[in-house]
């Protein structure tokens, strides 16, 4: 339940290895790469490796090489053997590979296409069955022209207002739609016979020079040229199976470099070249080290370097929680990641997020349902808030058994209030009627609580600031030790006096548990001074080189963030200090009370089912039941999403956000398409 360590690693090896080393790194499932170093104001004869272009223009011409030879290219194939690591290289081999069959390539696809074309020409042949005209004389007529096609059925009729003109009109075979046919006209008259019979939808198939005698003898010729034509298609993809043969497994293999060359752009880019080697680094899970190493030293001519991250390095963040935890760290990333040196707030958000949940929407009945309903959602959906919801319905259905509410109802189970124990303590002589008899024990309790989830996260802030040496945070901060102090005096202070009638306020008390801790809060831009004069210096101090001057007023003056900035006099010092002091008092205040929104919604929850029991008590039989489903349906749906954003609320606000500081980024594990998962 913590932020997972990471170290760095730098890898370098053979340029030729490169493919392989980023696959393995993709593989491995835990690696995060770093982008590359900025090399452009040093002496080093340095590039990236972006070159996505040329790769892709590569890839899809091996791929249509590999079509165009009857290969079918894995890109999964091994290609430990092809030692091209350029494009020129690439570019060379499959410059080879087309000169080999470009020629028999073209030569066949322009047969097929006659192929296609006479194959229809022979199926249209056959609707010519009975014609003893040579079509050899037919095509050599000098005064007339012939046109074979089909004219729609509709159009036939029609032929009949044309009986002026120039031509003669030979049908054949009829169809269901169209009418085969022949029409012969004179040459000085064609274009416009033509121009006739297209407007009548006329649809002509051209005839072969070849052609000769009747039908039947150039039906024979057709399939005579047509068998000439599949047999040299036939010889062609014999002399290409040759170079498929030859050439197809090496082909394949290069198709399959080229692939992941290019599904590895993206990890490529941020790769640099010197020297005929690849330099690149990146971080991996302390724990993964081990099985990397053994991952990345099958591929051989390749080394690398482990170390963990240098002070002041940005290492990216993943966080590790167990099952019950970890839905909960949508949340905490919608806030922000934590530093790496940071803490995971995740465990302490989802216990108390539980917590704040169950108390203020706490029904056993409607809490199963909820429970049931996010189990479902996360068996059938990827949702992020499935599991959450699960989570919360547990939480609701553990404080409805304290609560005594099952669907509202509050006569099957003994409440907590009706303990005598407990009535007792809280000065009720007999046990409260109802939870509105108990909303006095409700508030009082949602207020301690509230103070002592403030009081822990104050603690956890502390325990965080200094162990980062932030000590603006962790000493003088409004969630650190003088502001710590500060709260549990003050509310120790009132609770004893209006709770426990013991006044423990005493003027020494006050000056030195409540007036010290503001005057040093006020103070603590001098007192940061004074103590990294004395060699405590904090992170910030530390990270701006700790040029501290001397004096309050030069102290001041320091803290212009640049030379032409306007410098802090006393003046706005102090009144600067008044403010902030007073806008602190008052977030412990509103901070406090904003926890009786706990004791509300448990009311309010209360109040909405009497609503609905009253509403039921008017009606009989199954009106009854219809309205109590309908009333808990509505307050599982409108009230648990208005109860699950206040404890959002409360979290962002007045919880983790008190020693929770953001800015870490993302683990990304490289894939090998080459986007993060």
């Known amino acids: 339940m913590a932020i997972e360590k990471v170290t760095l690693v730098y890898i370098e090896g053979s340029l030729r290895k490169i493919n392989k080393t980023l696959i393995k790194c993709c593989e491995s499932g835990c690696f995060h790469i770093n982008p590359p170093p900025d090399t452009s104001g040093s002496e080093l004869a340095a590039k990236n490796m972006k070159d996505k272009g040329v790769y892709d223009r590569l890839e899809k011409r091996a791929k249509m090489l590999a079509d165009s030879l009857g290969v079918k290219p894995d890109e999964n194939a091994s290609y430990d053997d092809i030692d091209y690591s350029v494009s020129i290289d690439f570019k060379k081999y499959l410059d080879e590979i087309d000169i080999m069959q470009r020629e028999l390539t073209e030569e066949r696809m322009k047969l097929s296409s006659s192929l296609r074309s006479e194959n229809a020409i022979y199926e249209n042949l056959s609707q010519l069955s009975g014609f003893d005209a040579d079509f050899a004389e037919l095509l050599a007529c000098k005064y007339v022209k012939s046109r074979f096609g089909r004219l729609p059925n509709t159009s036939l009729p029609k032929l009949a207002f044309y009986s002026d003109k120039t031509f003669f009109f030979f049908p054949f075979e009829q169809e269901k739609n169209y009418t085969w046919c022949l029409y012969i006209t004179s040459v000085t008259e064609a274009n416009s016979i033509d121009y006739l019979f297209n407007s009548l939808g006329f649809e002509r198939t051209k005839l072969p020079d070849y052609l000769k005698g009747n039908s039947e003898e150039a039906t024979k010729k057709l399939l005579g040229e047509m068998e000439s034509i599949n047999k040299r298609i036939t010889e062609i993809d014999a002399e290409l199976k040759k170079i498929a043969d030859k050439e197809g497994e090496k082909l394949s293999k290069v198709y399959a470099k080229l692939v992941s060359i ?24 302390k724990k993964e080290q081990k099985r990397f190493t053994e991952l990345l030293g099958s591929v051989g001519d390749v080394s690398l370097t482990f170390r963990d991250a240098a002070p002041g390095e940005t290492a990216p963040v993943r966080l590790k929680n167990n099952w019950l935890f970890r839905p909960f760290e949508m949340f905490v990333r919608m806030y922000g990641l934590p530093d790496a040196n940071g803490i995971d707030p995740t465990p302490i958000v989802a216990i108390t997020y539980m917590l704040l949940y169950g108390m203020m929407f706490g029904d056993v009945g409607q809490g199963l349902c909820i429970m049931i309903l996010g189990i479902i959602l996360t068996k059938c959906t990827k949702a992020g808030l499935a599991p959450i919801i699960a989570r919360i319905g547990l939480s609701s259905t553990i404080f409805g058994v304290i609560y005594g509410s099952v669907f509202g109802n509050e006569e099957i189970i003994k409440p907590f209030f009706h303990i005598p124990q407990v009535y007792q303590l809280m000065g009720y002589t007999e046990p409260p009627k109802d939870i509105f008899a108990a909303s006095t024990l409700f508030l009082i309790a949602a207020l301690v609580v509230g103070i002592l989830l403030i009081m822990l996260m104050m603690i956890i802030n502390i325990v965080v600031s200094l162990r980062m040496k932030d000590y603006e945070s962790g000493i003088f901060g409004a969630s650190g030790i003088c502001g710590f102090v500060f709260y549990v005096s003050l509310v120790a202070g009132l609770g004893c006096s209006f709770a426990l009638n013991i006044e423990i306020m005493s003027p020494v008390y006050i000056l030195f548990l409540v007036v010290l801790p503001l005057v040093l809060i006020f103070f603590k831009e001098p007192l940061l001074h004074l103590m990294a004069k004395n060699g405590i210096r904090s992170a910030k101090t530390q990270k701006n080189g700790g040029n501290i001057d001397t004096g309050l007023k030069a102290r001041l003056d320091a803290m212009s963030e640049s030379k032409g900035a306007e410098k802090k006099t006393v003046g706005m010092f102090i009144i600067e200090g008044i403010i902030d002091l007073f806008e602190t008092c008052l977030t412990y205040i509103t901070n406090t009370m904003s926890y009786l929104r706990i004791g509300g919604f448990v009311l309010s929850h209360a109040g909405l ?29 409108f009230e648990g999403f208005i109860v699950g954003i206040q404890v959002l609320r409360l979290e962002f606000y007045e919880l983790f956000s008190r020693f929770f500081k953001g800015g870490g980024i993302p683990f990304k594990s490289v894939s090998i398409n080459s986007k993060a998962l």
């Open 262 to 285: 290019g599904n590895s752009y993206e990890l490529r880019s941020n790769v640099t070249v010197f020297d005929g080697r690849f330099h690149f680094s990146g971080y991996i899970p």
């Open 609 to 637: 089912m009497l609503v609905f029991s009253i509403i039921a008590n008017m009606f009989d039989g199954v009106g009854s039941i219809i309205v109590l489903v309908v009333g808990n349906v509505f307050v599982m749906g």
